[in-house]
Protein backbone atom coordinates (compact mmCIF):
# COMPACT_ATOMS: atom_id res chain seq x y z
CA UNK A 1 0.00 0.00 0.00
CA UNK A 2 1.18 3.66 -0.63
CA UNK A 3 2.92 5.41 2.40
CA UNK A 4 1.48 9.14 2.82
CA UNK A 5 3.18 12.32 4.76
CA UNK A 6 1.28 15.21 5.44
CA UNK A 7 2.09 18.38 6.98
CA UNK A 8 1.71 20.21 8.77
CA UNK A 9 0.66 17.73 11.52
CA UNK A 10 -1.01 20.78 13.50
CA UNK A 11 -1.07 24.81 13.31
CA UNK A 12 -3.07 27.22 14.74
CA UNK A 13 -3.95 29.77 12.78
CA UNK A 14 -5.59 33.39 12.83
CA UNK A 15 -8.72 34.23 11.81
CA UNK A 16 -9.00 35.47 8.30
CA UNK A 17 -5.46 34.10 7.24
CA UNK A 18 -4.61 30.66 4.77
CA UNK A 19 -3.05 27.96 5.66
CA UNK A 20 -1.29 25.18 3.14
CA UNK A 21 -1.19 21.81 3.30
CA UNK A 22 1.37 19.16 1.86
CA UNK A 23 0.30 15.61 1.11
CA UNK A 24 3.45 13.64 -0.63
CA UNK A 25 2.88 9.88 -1.56
CA UNK A 26 5.67 7.48 -1.98
CA UNK A 27 4.21 6.21 -5.43
CA UNK A 28 2.45 7.51 -8.49
CA UNK A 29 -1.30 7.68 -7.94
CA UNK A 30 -3.77 9.08 -10.39
CA UNK A 31 -6.51 10.84 -7.85
CA UNK A 32 -5.85 12.23 -4.59
CA UNK A 33 -8.83 12.96 -1.98
CA UNK A 34 -9.11 15.62 0.18
CA UNK A 35 -11.46 15.18 3.56
CA UNK A 36 -11.99 17.25 6.14
CA UNK A 37 -13.86 15.96 9.60
CA UNK A 38 -15.03 18.08 12.17
CA UNK A 39 -14.57 17.58 15.98
CA UNK A 40 -16.54 14.19 16.65
CA UNK A 41 -17.58 13.60 13.11
CA UNK A 42 -16.74 11.47 9.88
CA UNK A 43 -15.03 12.21 7.36
CA UNK A 44 -16.27 14.64 4.50
CA UNK A 45 -15.06 14.56 1.25
CA UNK A 46 -13.47 18.11 0.28
CA UNK A 47 -12.47 17.71 -3.12
CA UNK A 48 -10.93 15.05 -5.56
CA UNK A 49 -7.34 16.04 -7.21
CA UNK A 50 -6.40 14.55 -10.58
CA UNK A 51 -3.30 15.34 -12.00
CA UNK A 52 -2.95 18.11 -14.72
CA UNK A 53 -6.71 19.32 -14.35
CA UNK A 54 -8.72 21.03 -12.27
CA UNK A 55 -9.92 19.81 -9.04
CA UNK A 56 -13.36 18.59 -8.73
CA UNK A 57 -15.37 20.05 -5.46
CA UNK A 58 -18.30 18.30 -3.94
CA UNK A 59 -21.14 20.14 -3.01
CA UNK A 60 -20.76 22.47 -0.27
CA UNK A 61 -17.03 23.40 -1.12
CA UNK A 62 -15.48 25.74 -3.21
CA UNK A 63 -12.46 26.58 -5.01
CA UNK A 64 -11.73 30.24 -3.60
CA UNK A 65 -12.26 28.63 0.06
CA UNK A 66 -10.03 25.70 -0.46
CA UNK A 67 -8.03 25.93 -3.60
CA UNK A 68 -5.88 22.55 -4.47
CA UNK A 69 -3.05 22.33 -6.57
CA UNK A 70 -1.11 18.62 -8.06
CA UNK A 71 1.31 19.21 -9.78
CA UNK A 72 1.93 15.62 -10.31
CA UNK A 73 1.57 12.25 -9.45
CA UNK A 74 2.84 12.08 -6.09
CA UNK A 75 2.05 15.59 -4.57
CA UNK A 76 -0.91 17.60 -3.70
CA UNK A 77 -1.65 20.55 -1.67
CA UNK A 78 -4.60 21.64 -0.40
CA UNK A 79 -5.31 25.39 1.25
CA UNK A 80 -7.74 26.63 3.75
CA UNK A 81 -8.33 30.42 2.72
CA UNK A 82 -9.31 33.28 5.02
CA UNK A 83 -9.90 30.94 7.71
CA UNK A 84 -13.01 31.32 10.25
CA UNK A 85 -13.08 29.19 13.42
CA UNK A 86 -15.63 27.14 11.86
CA UNK A 87 -12.93 25.56 9.74
CA UNK A 88 -11.53 24.10 12.94
CA UNK A 89 -10.94 20.64 11.36
CA UNK A 90 -8.79 17.82 11.11
CA UNK A 91 -8.01 17.77 7.24
CA UNK A 92 -6.83 14.61 5.51
CA UNK A 93 -5.39 13.46 2.20
CA UNK A 94 -6.56 10.00 0.23
CA UNK A 95 -4.88 7.73 -2.86
CA UNK A 96 -6.51 4.67 -3.42
CA UNK A 97 -4.48 1.66 -4.85
CA UNK A 98 -5.76 -1.55 -6.31
CA UNK A 99 -6.17 -4.09 -3.75
CA UNK A 100 -5.16 -1.94 -1.45
CA UNK A 101 -8.03 0.46 -0.89
CA UNK A 102 -7.88 3.56 0.15
CA UNK A 103 -5.28 5.04 2.19
CA UNK A 104 -4.76 8.00 4.89
CA UNK A 105 -2.08 10.88 5.68
CA UNK A 106 -2.18 11.24 9.18
CA UNK A 107 -4.00 14.24 8.73
CA UNK A 108 -3.48 18.15 9.91
CA UNK A 109 -5.30 19.24 12.97
CA UNK A 110 -5.82 22.67 12.30
CA UNK A 111 -7.11 25.02 15.22
CA UNK A 112 -8.57 28.93 14.28
CA UNK A 113 -8.65 31.87 16.45
CA UNK B 1 -31.74 8.37 5.20
CA UNK B 2 -28.08 8.48 5.47
CA UNK B 3 -26.42 5.96 2.60
CA UNK B 4 -24.25 4.69 5.22
CA UNK B 5 -25.99 3.91 8.98
CA UNK B 6 -23.60 3.02 11.81
CA UNK B 7 -24.30 3.07 15.79
CA UNK B 8 -21.92 5.34 16.89
CA UNK B 9 -22.11 4.21 20.42
CA UNK B 10 -20.55 4.65 22.63
CA UNK B 11 -19.52 0.84 23.28
CA UNK B 12 -17.57 -0.61 26.02
CA UNK B 13 -16.51 -4.09 26.79
CA UNK B 14 -14.33 -6.26 28.95
CA UNK B 15 -10.67 -7.48 27.86
CA UNK B 16 -11.45 -10.32 25.88
CA UNK B 17 -14.71 -9.96 24.61
CA UNK B 18 -16.02 -10.60 21.23
CA UNK B 19 -17.12 -6.98 19.57
CA UNK B 20 -19.60 -6.95 16.96
CA UNK B 21 -19.50 -3.59 15.16
CA UNK B 22 -22.10 -3.25 12.13
CA UNK B 23 -23.07 -0.94 8.97
CA UNK B 24 -26.02 -0.98 6.82
CA UNK B 25 -26.40 0.55 3.70
CA UNK B 26 -28.37 1.61 0.89
CA UNK B 27 -26.69 2.00 -2.57
CA UNK B 28 -26.54 -1.13 -4.27
CA UNK B 29 -23.82 0.17 -6.15
CA UNK B 30 -21.27 -0.18 -3.46
CA UNK B 31 -19.22 -2.81 -4.20
CA UNK B 32 -16.04 -2.39 -2.10
CA UNK B 33 -16.14 -2.55 1.90
CA UNK B 34 -13.63 -1.53 4.39
CA UNK B 35 -13.07 -0.88 7.88
CA UNK B 36 -10.80 1.90 9.57
CA UNK B 37 -9.64 2.21 13.13
CA UNK B 38 -8.92 5.54 14.02
CA UNK B 39 -6.98 6.31 17.39
CA UNK B 40 -7.64 9.89 18.91
CA UNK B 41 -5.76 12.79 17.13
CA UNK B 42 -4.90 10.39 14.15
CA UNK B 43 -5.85 10.00 10.87
CA UNK B 44 -7.71 6.61 9.81
CA UNK B 45 -5.78 3.39 9.77
CA UNK B 46 -7.08 0.60 7.04
CA UNK B 47 -7.87 -2.87 8.38
CA UNK B 48 -9.74 -4.34 6.37
CA UNK B 49 -11.08 -4.04 2.61
CA UNK B 50 -13.22 -6.91 1.05
CA UNK B 51 -14.67 -6.86 -2.90
CA UNK B 52 -18.59 -7.89 -2.97
CA UNK B 53 -19.79 -10.18 -0.50
CA UNK B 54 -18.35 -12.82 1.51
CA UNK B 55 -16.20 -13.18 4.57
CA UNK B 56 -12.35 -11.71 4.94
CA UNK B 57 -10.14 -12.79 8.52
CA UNK B 58 -7.15 -11.07 9.04
CA UNK B 59 -5.22 -12.60 13.04
CA UNK B 60 -8.15 -11.20 15.62
CA UNK B 61 -10.47 -9.19 12.65
CA UNK B 62 -12.78 -10.99 10.30
CA UNK B 63 -15.26 -8.35 7.89
CA UNK B 64 -18.47 -10.06 6.58
CA UNK B 65 -20.71 -8.89 4.02
CA UNK B 66 -23.84 -9.50 3.24
CA UNK B 67 -24.87 -7.61 -0.19
CA UNK B 68 -28.48 -9.12 -0.42
CA UNK B 69 -29.12 -7.56 2.71
CA UNK B 70 -27.14 -4.90 2.65
CA UNK B 71 -25.46 -5.00 6.01
CA UNK B 72 -21.79 -5.58 6.81
CA UNK B 73 -19.53 -6.55 9.80
CA UNK B 74 -16.26 -6.69 11.84
CA UNK B 75 -15.38 -8.87 14.72
CA UNK B 76 -13.04 -8.29 16.89
CA UNK B 77 -12.13 -11.49 18.74
CA UNK B 78 -10.01 -11.87 22.09
CA UNK B 79 -10.37 -7.66 22.44
CA UNK B 80 -7.73 -5.88 23.84
CA UNK B 81 -7.32 -2.37 25.68
CA UNK B 82 -5.14 -1.50 22.61
CA UNK B 83 -8.21 -2.08 20.22
CA UNK B 84 -10.33 1.00 21.88
CA UNK B 85 -10.25 3.82 19.08
CA UNK B 86 -12.94 4.96 16.65
CA UNK B 87 -14.15 2.18 14.05
CA UNK B 88 -15.60 3.32 10.67
CA UNK B 89 -16.80 1.52 8.06
CA UNK B 90 -16.37 2.65 4.27
CA UNK B 91 -17.57 1.89 1.31
CA UNK B 92 -17.64 2.59 -2.43
CA UNK B 93 -18.76 1.59 -6.27
CA UNK B 94 -16.93 0.41 -9.43
CA UNK B 95 -15.62 2.50 -12.19
CA UNK B 96 -14.37 5.56 -11.98
CA UNK B 97 -14.31 8.64 -10.87
CA UNK B 98 -16.91 9.39 -8.81
CA UNK B 99 -17.87 5.57 -8.29
CA UNK B 100 -14.96 5.04 -6.39
CA UNK B 101 -15.77 8.10 -3.56
CA UNK B 102 -15.71 6.72 -0.24
CA UNK B 103 -18.88 7.05 1.59
CA UNK B 104 -17.96 6.43 5.42
CA UNK B 105 -20.37 5.65 8.49
CA UNK B 106 -20.26 8.22 11.13
CA UNK B 107 -17.90 5.86 12.93
CA UNK B 108 -18.41 3.69 16.19
CA UNK B 109 -16.65 4.57 19.77
CA UNK B 110 -15.15 1.34 21.33
CA UNK B 111 -13.34 1.34 24.54
CA UNK B 112 -11.74 -2.06 25.96
CA UNK B 113 -11.71 -2.30 29.46
CA UNK B 114 -8.40 -4.18 31.40
Known amino acids: SAVISQKPSRDICQRGTSLTIQCQVD?????MFWYRQQPGQSLTLIAT?????????ESGFVIDKFPISRPNLTFSTLTVSNMSPEDSSIYLCSVVMPNYGYTFGSGTRLTVV | QKEVEQDPGPLSVPEGAIVSLNCTYSNSAFQYFMWYRQYSRKGPELLMYTYSSGNKEDGRFTAQVDKSSKYISLFIRDSQPSDSATYLC??????????????FGSGTQLTVLP
Open chain 1, 27 to 31: SQVTM
Open chain 1, 49 to 57: ANQGSEATY
Open chain 2, 90 to 103: AMSGEGAGSARQLT
